[in-house]
Structures are given as structure tokens and as C-alpha cells.
């Protein structure tokens, strides 16, 4: 794989606070990255120094292989990005951001931009009447507009309601088929998990975890039941097909199988059920357990 951007051995103190410990990883192209952790957990902080915002008080960043600092700053051409809350002046309109930061006046970019993000009907309109969503939509197109090689994004969809965070969520996907990389942090696990293909974990300002969502497996879907009669229900599901493990007076019921086939086949043999629980195996809960062991 062809790297992108390279984080070796990062450091930052802020008096006598360590803010980053030792982080290094690498993101190559075409992945999507999520960046993952609690609340001061460090993650702006590595997204600010990966754009040269904030020196690092020992440790390097590279992108496409040229050093990037406070006074280094060549790597960055072909990034894009949105830190934190975004910066708009109130009374220049969407149509009059998008054109400002767009370095090639590439208007076909800019109208694929706003159809994505169905920004048609206020577009034209001065960024002073826009609502919150109206204006992190514009401030992702902002961040994108030059159609990057290497985007950061942090927390992009916030203030999103659900059919614009899928509008986000959609973009992202199209342009990392097109060649831009990504990297994403944000509080909603179960989004990142939809466009994400590897995740990092940073925990107290160290990373902890980094892997791609291989990782974890396919998603496994159980069933925990208790019947009137285990053993028989155990023979008669393990007879159709059906997975099962039978201990502690109770069934679990693994892989590829509908529950109302299990319902029909045990009821049909005059065997009642005292309880029936649903376990899906959850990606949120993956990362939660990570943070909670380390």
C-alpha cells in the first residue's frame, strides 16, 4: 500500500500536562480512518498537528513524504479540512465561500458539491441565516472543495439530522473511490462504522489500538433461549441445521438462521418457550470494551 501520511512518535506537553504520548501510526491511500476516543482523549489535538496548527513538542508528521510543521507547510497542498466549529463570514452567501476556497474556480466541483449535499435551496443565501446543520454542511464542502488527496475531518457530522448525515456519510464514499483519503473522528460510532474500513483508538493522549475492520469479523448474530424442554429443542434445531450450544440451562443459537424458523420448529413440537433474548454482536460495543480494557 502507498502511504499517505506518516505519524512517528508524537509528543506534546503543555506545561507540565502530556497531551500526546509517543503516538505513531500510518494511514495509507484510499483508506478512510476513523479516529476514535473520549472526550480529551487527544484526538484534535493529533488532527491539528497532522495540518501544522500546533508544533509538537517532539515527533514528526509526514504527507506524501514531505515534512509537515508550523513552518513546513508544502505537504499540505491537495488537504482538505473542517477542525472543530467551522469559520464563516455572515454575510458572504454559500455559492460565495465555495467559490473563495475553491483554488481552480472549479464550478463542476462545486455543483457536485451542493447536489450532494442538497444545499440548492439556501446556497445563495447569506451564511448569517444559516441553521447549524445548513452550516456544517457548507463547511464540509468547504473542506472539500479542491477535491483533496488527504481530508481530515473532525466530528463532520454534528448538528446533522439523520437524511443529511447519510448525505455526509455518501459523499465521503464517493470521493474516496474518486482518491481521497479521510481521516474522521466522531462520537457516533455507529456512522463511522458505515464508511470507515480501520479504526485507531487513542486513550489519555496514547494510541491504544489500530487495526482494519477485518479485525473484527463478520458480525455474528445469537439468540439466547430457555424452553420447557432444552435438549429436545437442542436435537431438533441441530437435526434442521441449525448451530447450538447447549450448557447453563439455556440455548445459544449461532450463524446464518431466522428466528421464526426456530420459533415454528421448537413450537412445533409442543415445546414452549420461557424466554427468548437477542444478541447482536455490536461494533460500538467492540470499541467500548477496548477503551474499558486498556
Same mark, same amino acid.
Given at each position: 500500500?502507498?502511504?499517505?501520511?506518516?505519524?512517528?512518535?508524537? =509528543?506534546?506537553?503543555?506545561?507540565?500536562?502530556?497531551?500526546?504520548?509517543?503516538v505513531s501510526f500510518e494511514i495509507n491511500?484510499?483508506?478512510?480512518?476513523?479516529?476514535?476516543?473520549?472526550?480529551?482523549?487527544?484526538?484534535?489535538?493529533?488532527?491539528?498537528? +497532522?495540518?501544522?496548527?500546533?508544533?509538537?513538542? &517532539?515527533?514528526?508528521?509526514? +504527507?506524501?513524504?514531505?515534512?509537515?510543521? +508550523?513552518?513546513?507547510?508544502?505537504?499540505?497542498?491537495?488537504?482538505? &479540512?473542517?477542525?472543530?466549529?467551522? *469559520?464563516?463570514?455572515?454575510?458572504?452567501?454559500?455559492?460565495?465561500?465555495?467559490?473563495?476556497?475553491?483554488?481552480?474556480?472549479?464550478?463542476?466541483?462545486?455543483?457536485?458539491?451542493?447536489?450532494?449535499?442538497?444545499?440548492?435551496?439556501?446556497?445563495?443565501?447569506? $451564511?448569517?441565516?444559516? &441553521?447549524?446543520?445548513?452550516?456544517?454542511?457548507?463547511?464540509?464542502?468547504? $473542506?472539500?472543495?479542491?477535491?483533496?488527496?488527504?481530508?481530515?475531518?473532525?466530528?463532520?457530522?454534528?448538528?446533522?439530522?439523520?437524511?443529511?448525515?447519510?448525505?455526509?456519510?455518501?459523499?465521503?464514499?464517493?470521493?474516496?473511490?474518486?482518491?481521497?483519503?479521510?481521516?474522521?473522528?466522531?462520537?457516533?460510532?455507529?456512522?463511522?462504522?458505515?464508511?470507515?474500513?480501520?479504526?485507531?483508538?487513542?486513550?489519555?493522549?496514547?494510541?491504544?489500538?489500530?487495526?482494519?475492520?477485518?479485525?473484527?469479523?463478520?458480525?455474528? =448474530?445469537?439468540?439466547? *433461549?430457555?424452553?420447557?424442554?432444552?435438549?429436545?429443542?437442542?436435537?431438533?434445531?441441530?437435526?434442521?441445521?441449525?448451530?447450538?450450544?447447549?450448557?447453563?440451562?439455556?440455548?445459544?443459537?449461532?450463524?446464518?438462521?431466522?428466528?421464526?424458523? *426456530?420459533?415454528?420448529?421448537?413450537?412445533?413440537?409442543?415445546?414452549?418457550?420461557?424466554?427468548?433474548?437477542?444478541?447482536?454482536?455490536?461494533?460500538?460495543?467492540?470499541? +467500548?470494551?477496548?477503551?474499558?480494557?486498556?
Amino acid at each position: 500500500m502507498t502511504k499517505s501520511v506518516a505519524i512517528n512518535n508524537l =509528543n506534546k506537553k503543555i506545561g507540565k500536562k502530556l497531551i500526546l504520548n509517543d503516538v505513531s501510526f500510518e494511514i495509507n491511500q484510499g483508506d478512510i480512518v476513523g479516529l476514535v476516543g473520549e472526550n480529551g482523549a487527544g484526538k484534535t489535538t493529533i488532527m491539528k498537528t +497532522i495540518l501544522g496548527m500546533i508544533e509538537p513538542t &517532539s515527533g514528526s508528521i509526514s +504527507i506524501n513524504e514531505k515534512e509537515v510543521t +508550523i513552518s513546513k507547510r508544502n505537504g499540505l497542498k491537495g488537504v482538505g &479540512s473542517l477542525i472543530e466549529n467551522p *469559520v464563516l463570514y455572515p454575510y458572504l452567501s454559500g455559492m460565495q465561500h465555495l467559490q473563495l476556497f475553491s483554488e481552480t474556480k472549479n464550478n463542476e466541483m462545486i455543483n457536485y458539491l451542493v447536489n450532494q449535499l442538497n444545499m440548492q435551496n439556501y446556497i445563495n443565501k447569506n $451564511a448569517v441565516n444559516y &441553521s447549524l446543520g445548513m452550516k456544517q454542511k457548507l463547511a464540509i464542502a468547504m $473542506a472539500l472543495v479542491n477535491q483533496p488527496s488527504f481530508a481530515i475531518l473532525d466530528e463532520p457530522v454534528n448538528g446533522l439530522d439523520p437524511k443529511s448525515t447519510k448525505e455526509v456519510r455518501d459523499l465521503i464514499v464517493d470521493l474516496n473511490k474518486k482518491g481521497t483519503t479521510f481521516l474522521i473522528s466522531s462520537h457516533i460510532l455507529a456512522e463511522l462504522e458505515k464508511i470507515i474500513n480501520r479504526v485507531v483508538i487513542i486513550k489519555k493522549g496514547s494510541k491504544i489500538f489500530d487495526n482494519y475492520l477485518e479485525y473484527f469479523g463478520n458480525k455474528v =448474530n445469537k439468540v439466547v *433461549v430457555k424452553t420447557s424442554n432444552n435438549k429436545d429443542a437442542s436435537d431438533i434445531l441441530k437435526n434442521n441445521g441449525i448451530e447450538v450450544d447447549f450448557s447453563n440451562d439455556e440455548l445459544t443459537i449461532i450463524g446464518d438462521f431466522k428466528l421464526q424458523t *426456530v420459533i415454528d420448529l421448537i413450537n412445533g413440537k409442543q415445546i414452549s418457550f420461557e424466554s427468548i433474548q437477542t444478541i447482536n454482536d455490536d461494533f460500538e460495543d467492540d470499541l +467500548i470494551q477496548i477503551l474499558d480494557e486498556k
